[in-house]
Structures are given as structure tokens and as C-alpha cells.
């Protein structure tokens, strides 16, 4: 079944092409990332899933629905710095946010609501950091304190943008254990985009390039002259399954 899927989808903002016939699909349960230089529209396309920006053409379905009914099946892990570390708010207080998915404006929290912030705490190893303020946190504490939001909404697929961006080395294997974790534990969809192409090779299932147009096979593999196109230089990546660099003469 095909959680997500974007079918001839052009951007355009201030008159100018961000994304160009982008065709792509999530199946349930994979794990893709996508790769490509800063500026590329990465972050556009995550906001055109989650219904944020409007195409100037084609079509963006999660789940079969449009994006404003379908944007209830994803969690939304943004980069850090977009999210306000600043803001007085305990650890326990940002994850309980996910629950207001499907409540109405004058309805509080319930004492469910708290005991399932309580276990996801508890399941991603951070219900020690619960009293703490957000602005106390590690770069990778607060990647988990942002997952458990995520996944506190209920959601079926997680989107992340950058999500190793400002974290070191170590943390990055652990973030990937974790996300595999997840992902067979609770039957997660996963989509991650970055620009860092050896932090995906190692860890995803499937890999997409994106630079306006968007390469994409369903597999692991991607061209070299695609590479080529979206980079423009010679890049490091694991293709048929083995680290090496692909050069304009890989065959």
C-alpha cells in the first residue's frame, strides 16, 4: 500500500521553479531517504506532503486522501534550527503537544494522553529528561524529545527533516538504530531527506536525489549520471551494495 505518492508535482515561489514533475512513492513500512544539495527543495517537498504548500500542479496523496485529511497519519521531525529551543518548555510538556491531534480547541489532556507520553518516554530512553527544559538539551536528546512528539500524535509515518544535522559522528549511529527500531516495533513508514549522502547509505532502504527534479528508482540504487546531475561533481555512496565512489565511468 502506497502511504504517500506525488504524481507530476511542480512548486514554484516567487516565480521561480522549486520543484520540477516530481513522481514519487512511499510504500507502508519502507524507509527512504532522500539526498541532495542545500537549496535543492527538500524541505519544499516535505511541506508539500504535509499539505503546507499548495502545487502549482499534479497530485499529493497520503494514505489515498489529500494532504489537509491525510497530514493526521504523519509526525513531522523538523530541523533544529527551526524549532525555538529557547521556549520555556519542560521535556514532558513538548511531547504531550503531540496529543492534541483531533481535539477540539477547549478540550485538555487526559489522564490516558499523560500515561502514553509517560510510556513513549519511556521507550525511547528519555523519561529521565522529562523535568527538563528543551533548552538544556543535547542536540541528539532533543532529536528523541522531537520523535516522541511525533510519534505521541499517532502518527503511521514519520518525516524528517535533517534530522543529524548538528549531532556528532556517534549519535548518528545511534539515531539510525533507533529509527530501525521504530520502524519494526511499531510498523513505521519512514521518509528522511538530507544533504549528507554517507549518513543515508549505510541506513536507508531506498534512496531518491532531488536538486528541483527528483531521481528515483524504489531501490537503493541510483545512476551515476543522475549523482552527476543533481551534486555535479564525482560523490561517495554505497551502490550495489558496496562503498565506492561513483565517477562519470562506473558501469
Not at 128 to 155: F, M, P, Y
Request: proline letters at 5%; a neutral charge.
Amino acid at each position: 500500500m502506497e502511504a504517500v505518492k506525488l504524481t507530476d508535482v511542480w512548486v514554484i515561489i516567487d516565480r521561480k521553479v522549486v520543484l520540477e514533475g516530481v513522481n514519487f512513492w512511499v510504500e507502508e513500512g519502507d524507509f527512504v531517504g532522500i539526498i541532495g544539495p542545500n537549496g535543492a527543495g527538500k524541505t519544499t517537498l516535505l511541506r508539500v506532503i504535509l499539505g503546507l504548500i499548495e502545487p502549482a500542479r499534479g497530485s499529493v496523496w497520503v494514505y489515498g486522501f489529500p494532504p489537509e485529511k491525510g497530514r493526521r497519519f504523519l509526525g513531522y521531525v523538523p530541523q533544529q534550527g527551526t524549532f525555538n529551543k529557547d521556549f520555556p518548555l519542560k521535556v514532558f510538556d513538548v511531547v504531550l503537544m503531540g496529543r492534541l491531534r483531533g481535539k477540539g480547541p477547549f478540550r485538555g489532556f487526559s489522564r490516558q494522553d499523560r500515561e502514553q507520553v509517560e510510556e513513549i518516554l519511556r521507550s525511547l530512553e528519555i523519561h529521565h529528561l522529562k523535568d527538563r527544559l528543551i533548552s538544556t538539551l543535547s542536540g541528539g536528546e532533543l532529536q528523541r524529545v522531537l520523535i516522541a512528539r511525533a510519534l505521541a500524535s499517532e502518527a503511521k509515518v514519520l518525516l524528517l527533516d535533517e534530522p543529524t544535522s548538528n549531532v556528532d559522528i556517534p549519535f548518528e549511529t545511534e539515531f539510525f538504530e533507533l529509527l530501525q527500531s521504530l520502524r519494526k516495533e511499531k510498523g513505521l513508514t519512514i521518509l528522511l531527506v538530507t544533504h549528507d549522502v554517507g549518513v543515508l547509505s549505510q541506513h536507508v532502504e531506498k534512496i531518491a536525489c532531488l536538486n528541483r527534479r527528483l531521481y528515483y528508482h524504489g531501490t537503493k540504487e541510483i545512476r551515476p549520471e543522475e549523482l552527476e546531475a543533481v551534486y555535479g561533481c564525482p560523490v561517495d555512496l554505497i551502490a550495489h551494495g558496496v562503498p565506492h565512489r561513483v565517477l562519470k565511468d562506473h558501469t
